[in-house]
């Protein structure tokens, strides 16, 4: 931990006034009392009926990912499979998360809502796999015990883009088959292959898998900018191949972003697993943690302030050349180790410069910051990558931001408030 020293100096160092501005997104959504029903006749209109029979146990994918309206989206597949007479079962399908044990997966579920008495169907959550097919090369696939001895699968997942490779099959319908329903074991193997191949074999595994389990639908879920749900699909399982890759197209038009191509300093409030598996989206930040994907925003320095109350996971702070004491004291190491061994990406496990505050954070950047305009440092602060309709920015952005259709000015810069503790004392997000 860093020492007074290390306060005393960057004590001097100037602050920038910031503004309040409000980035405007298409607000398409499906309105929440319409979801249940929707993911009913979605289901029921993709042909559910002819594939699940009476008594037959369906495994129904339940991921770690903080995905809005997904306790209710899961009890809707479930009683609609117990409309038809089945016997449905939730199976956690997450890969490694939840600290890779069966009780911290069905945690997991429990702090998204998804519980036994909720959804009126059991959950089965073990680390246990079997082999559920073989490529040509001999190589196993693995699966969910539970899961690949069902005799029907409902497999639900959001589609999005990935945060560290580029493919027609990213985060979706094929990633939950073959890297969440594959538990530690099979996400470890299929990482072990390296993202540079991910794009070539994400579908290969995902069509074995289809051929081998009695996979019977999928239910694809899109979000808009404000993390909303604005699509849901049942795509049959002879459509995976074929219906995926435009829905990744229209997930990739819906996601939010900063308007801004760059700034010097990205301030980012909180991270946290249920927010990103990035912990903050790098299709956002720009902090990729593979060479295999791009895109986000251009920064010089970042500082990560705190985790979301949903996790103790801090991966992602990795994207950071500075934190907070608060972050690295609240930080469970051996879950964010655990996703790192798991994926290879062990420069995910990296912890940048910690420092005492919010104010000490913002002035190291704005102190190590390597090269900038005459007017100083731009700066712009976000909530987090799920939030983005109200950001700040430094005063120096302000003839920038009028010149951006997107983009509206709330108020002039002013100077920033901090609380006793050194931290903000404004929040971005209007329900803290």
Excluded: W
């Excluded at 001097?12 to 009913?40: N, W």
């Excluded at 094929?174 to 794009?199: E, I, P, S, T």
């Excluded at 694809?220 to 459509?239: H, M, S």
């Excluded at 952005?397 to 951006?404: D, R």
Aim: charged share 20%; proline share 5%.
């Amino acid at each position: 931990m860093v020492s007074d020293v290390v306060s005393r100096l960057i004590a001097d160092v100037p602050l920038p006034k910031m503004a309040p501005v409000c980035q405007h997104f298409s607000a398409g959504r499906i309105e929440p009392g319409a979801i249940y029903e929707t993911v009913r006749a979605e289901l029921l209109n993709a042909g559910l009926a002819r594939r699940l029979h009476a008594g037959q146990r369906v495994a129904v994918t339940a991921g770690s990912r903080g995905i809005v309206n997904i306790a209710l989206i899961t009890k809707a597949i479930a009683d609609t499979c117990l409309e038809l007479e089945a016997k449905p079962f939730i199976v956690p399908a997450m890969g490694s998360h939840g600290g890779a044990t069966a009780e911290g997966q069905r945690a997991v579920l429990t702090a998204y809502g998804i519980t036994e008495a909720y959804c009126g169907c059991p959950i089965l959550s073990s680390m246990e796999t079997v082999e559920a097919a073989r490529t040509r090369d001999g190589e196993s696939l693995y699966m969910d015990r539970h899961a690949a001895t069902a005799d029907a699968i409902i497999v639900c997942g959001r589609i999005k883009p990935h945060t560290a490779f580029r493919g027609p099959y990213e985060s979706g319908l094929m990633k939950m088959l073959v890297v969440g329903l594959g538990k530690q074991k099979g996400a470890d193997a299929f990482h072990g292959k390296g993202y540079g191949n991910f794009a070539r074999l994400l579908p290969a595994y995902g069509k074995l898998l289809l051929e081998n389990k009695p996979v019977i639908m999928g239910l694809g879920l899109l979000e808009n900018a404000f993390d909303e749900t604005c699509l849901i699909r049942a795509v049959p399982p002879e459509r995976f191949e074929a219906d995926e890759p435009e829905l990744l197209e229209r997930a990739k038009r819906n996601m939010a972003k900063i308007y801004f191509a760059g700034c010097d300093i990205l301030i980012i409030d909180r991270i946290g697993k249920d927010i990103s598996g990035d912990g903050a989206d790098p299709n956002i930040t720009g902090a990729f943690a593979t060479p295999y994907a791009g895109g986000g925003i251009s920064t010089q320095r970042i500082a990560i302030l705190d985790i979301s109350p949903g996790t103790r996971n801090p991966l992602g702070v990795s994207g950071a050349h500075v934190t907070t004491r608060r972050l690295y004291e609240k930080a469970d190491l051996d879950q964010m180790y655990i996703n790192c061994i798991t994926s290879r990406i062990l420069e995910g496990a990296r912890m940048p410069l910690v420092v005492a505050n919010d104010r000490e954070a913002l002035q190291i950047c704005l102190k190590t910051c390597p090269t900038y305009g005459a007017e100083g440092p731009t700066v712009i602060r976000i909530a987090d990558t799920l939030h983005l309709s109200r950001i700040s920015v430094s005063e120096n952005l302000l003839g920038t931001a009028a010149q951006i259709p997107e983009l509206e000015i709330v108020a002039g810069a002013s100077d920033i408030r901090f609380d006793e503790q050194g931290n903000f004392a404004e929040s971005l997000l209007e329900d803290l």
